[in-house]
């Protein structure tokens, strides 16, 4: 089964048409430093809690240095949406302000890491595909199981017909 009647997210509609626009075509075209480098954002590597930083026009990500490069894929995914998406310090803001910027930072790394454009040319129904999938896009396998559990979840909305 591939996405016989899946209906796209507007968020994932935007992260594919950035995407394509920038001429991400494939998993190997979604580096770190070159999806920092087209949002004209500094990506660093230190031994210390990954963060997003703007002093100015000056923009940094910091990724964790001790984790795996896997993982360190996640948390730039998950820091560029605070990057392109939020505004404010979260140390000082509402928590439930802190929390929907969290979930939408979920949202935005499913869909940024794992990209419509592209996984739509693989096979849902293989039994391997979670797997496949954390080796091809270099992300961690709950990352995919999240994000095969949500394609299989999203209500299927039938076409109409203009008679």
């Known amino acids: ?41 500094f990506v ?6 990954a963060s997003y930083m703007k002093l100015g026009k000056f923009q ?8 795996p490069q896997i993982n360190q894929r996640e948390q730039f995914f998950h820091e560029l949406c605070h990057a392109l998406r939020h505004a404010g310090r979260q140390l000082i803001m509402p928590e439930d302000f802190y929390e929907l910027q969290e979930r939408d930072a979920r949202h ?10 592209m996984i739509k040319e693989y096979t849902l129904s293989d039994p ?7 080796r091809d896009f270099n992300i961690p396998l709950d990352v995919c199981q999240e994000r095969l559990e949500r394609i299989k979840r999203r209500p299927i909305v039938p076409v109409k017909t203009i008679l």
């Open 128 to 134: 391997e595909i979670i797997d496949v999938w954390s």
């Open 60 to 67: 940094e990500i910091v990724l964790d240095s001790r984790l």
């Open 108 to 117: 935005f790394t499913l869909y940024a890491s794992l990209p419509y454009h």
């Open 1 to 41: 089964m591939k996405f016989p009647c899946y209906t796209t997210t507007i968020l994932e509609d935007l992260i594919t048409q950035w995407y394509k626009n920038h001429n991400f075509k494939e998993p190997t075209d979604l580096s770190v430093h070159n999806i920092g480098f087209e949002n004209k954002i």
């Open 44 to 49: 660093n590597f230190r031994p210390t809690q």
